[in-house]
C-alpha cells in the first residue's frame, strides 16, 4: 500500500484528545461492535477505567481528508511488568480498535506491519502488547492486527444470524422437538404460578433498584456455582446504570442500551441487561433466581422472549459474545468465530513474559475447548472457593459424572 508514511499519527493519553476523531470514525462505520462504540468507551473509563490506573493511549491515524483509524490502547502495569492492551480488554467481549472500510481495504500484511512500526515510535515505553479476544473479520475485511501475530485465544465468538425473522420456524431451526417440548411444559407450569411478565425497566428511580437485583442474583449464583463475584461491583453498577440512563434520553445517539426482566407477580424470575447497535443485539449480562422458581429455566425463558423480539424487529443478529462450552450460546447460535491474541515482547523482559503467556493462553484454551478437562477445572475452582465443609458436593459430582458421559 502506498502512502503509510504520509499518514499522521497522534498519540493521545485522554478520551477528550481523541473524541472528535472517534465520533467521526463511528460515524462513518468504522466501529464494528458495541465494544468500540464511543457511548461505551466513555461510559466505561469514566466509571471503571480511571479508577485502575491503566495509562491511556489513543493512537489517532489520519490521511490528508481526515481520521482513517484509531487504536485504543492502555498501558497496564502488572507485576512489574508494563502491559499493552485494548482499553477495557478484561471486560469487553471484542476490544479492538476502530478503521475505516474503505482504508482497511487498502491495507495489505507489508502496509500493515509498515505502519505499526511507526507506531511503535509513538506509543509510551511498555514491555509486552497483549491485545487479547479479537475478532479476524472488521466488518467485512479481515482484521489487520492478525498480520501482526496471531494466537488462538481460550474463548470463541457465538453469534445468532437471522437468515430470515420467522420466530416459529427459526425455533424448530435450532431446537429438537423434545426441548421445545420441556420449554412449553416450562412455561405453562411458570403461568400457573402466578402472572408472567416480560418488562423493559424504565424510570430514574426503577433502575437503580432493577440492577441491584440483578448484581444480587448473579452473585449468589456464582457464589453456587464456586465462581469468585465480580470485583468492582459498585464501579461495574455505576457503568451500566449510567449507560441505561443515557439510553433513555432521546438525544443520546443510536446505541441502545436497556435492562429486560421477566417477573412472577411481584418477584423478579431473571434479566437481562442488553445493547443494541446497527441492527445487532449484544445480551450483556444475565442473572436468574436460585429460588424454587430456577427449576423451570426463567433465564431460558427470558432470552427466548429477546430473540422472539428481535425477530418481530428484523434485527440482523444477536451477539452472545465470548463463552466455550456455554449450553445456552452454542445452543442458540448458527455461527461461530475463533478469536484471536497478539502478544509480542518489546523489551528483554516483555520478551520472556511473552513466552509464558503464550503457554498460559494455549492451556486456557485446551482445558475450555475440552468438556471434561473445563468441568474437573470447575470442579476443583469451586471447592477452593467453598472450602471443603461449605461446598456442594452432589451437585459437582453430578455435573462431573455429566462431562464424563455418564
Not at 52 to 70: C, F, N, Q, T
Request: aromatic content about 12%.
Amino acid at each position: 500500500m502506498e502512502g503509510i508514511e504520509d499518514l499522521r499519527i497522534d498519540c493521545h493519553g485522554s478520551l477528550d484528545g481523541a473524541m472528535e476523531s472517534w465520533r467521526e470514525l463511528e460515524s462513518r462505520g468504522a466501529a464494528p461492535t458495541v465494544y468500540q462504540a464511543w457511548s461505551w468507551v466513555s461510559a466505561w473509563q469514566e466509571r471503571v477505567g480511571e479508577a485502575s490506573g491503566a495509562r491511556l493511549a489513543l493512537v489517532a491515524i489520519a490521511d490528508e481528508r481526515g481520521p482513517v483509524a484509531l487504536w485504543p490502547f492502555a498501558i497496564r502495569r502488572e507485576k512489574g511488568l508494563k502491559i499493552l492492551s485494548w482499553i477495557g480488554d478484561s471486560h469487553f467481549n471484542y476490544p479492538g480498535g476502530l478503521f475505516l472500510p474503505d482504508f482497511l481495504a487498502r491495507l495489505d500484511p507489508a502496509a500493515f506491519r509498515k505502519l505499526w512500526r511507526r507506531v511503535e515510535k509513538r506509543l509510551p515505553r511498555y514491555d509486552v502488547a497483549w491485545l487479547t479476544s479479537q475478532l479476524p473479520e472488521h466488518g467485512v475485511a479481515r482484521s489487520p492486527f492478525q498480520w501482526l501475530d496471531r494466537r488462538p485465544s481460550p474463548n470463541s465468538a457465538h453469534r445468532l444470524e437471522f437468515a430470515h425473522h420467522d420466530w416459529p420456524r427459526l425455533l424448530t431451526e435450532l431446537r429438537g422437538k423434545k426441548t421445545r417440548k420441556r420449554m412449553r411444559n416450562e412455561e405453562s407450569r411458570l403461568s400457573r404460578e402466578g402472572r408472567v411478565a416480560f418488562e423493559i425497566v424504565t424510570g430514574d428511580d426503577a433502575l437503580p433498584a432493577a440492577l441491584d437485583a440483578l448484581f444480587a442474583q448473579r452473585n449468589a449464583r456464582f457464589r453456587a456455582l464456586g465462581i469468585t463475584p465480580e470485583p468492582r461491583l459498585d464501579a461495574y453498577r455505576r457503568f451500566y446504570l449510567q449507560l441505561l440512563r443515557a439510553s433513555a434520553d432521546e438525544d443520546s445517539g443510536p446505541d441502545r442500551y436497556y435492562l429486560l426482566r421477566l417477573s412472577l407477580d411481584d418477584e423478579m424470575l431473571a434479566a437481562l441487561l442488553v445493547a443494541e447497535k446497527d441492527g445487532v443485539a449484544y445480551p450483556l449480562i444475565n442473572s436468574m433466581t436460585l429460588s424454587r422458581y430456577s427449576r423451570w429455566s426463567p433465564g431460558d425463558y427470558l432470552l427466548r422472549h429477546l430473540i422472539a423480539d428481535a425477530c418481530a424487529r428484523r434485527l440482523r443478529a444477536i451477539d452472545f459474545g465470548l463463552a466455550e462450552n456455554s449450553n445456552y450460546k452454542t445452543a442458540w447460535c448458527n455461527r461461530r468465530a475463533e478469536t484471536y491474541e497478539t502478544i509480542r515482547g518489546r523489551s528483554l523482559y516483555g520478551k520472556s513474559a511473552a513466552l509464558l503467556l503464550t503457554a498460559r493462553t494455549a492451556a486456557a484454551r485446551r482445558i475450555k475447548q475440552s468438556p471434561r478437562a473445563w468441568a474437573c477445572y470447575r470442579f476443583f475452582r469451586s471447592i477452593k472457593n467453598d472450602g471443603l465443609t461449605n461446598h456442594d458436593w452432589k451437585y459437582d459430582f453430578q455435573r462431573l459424572f455429566r462431562a464424563a458421559g455418564g
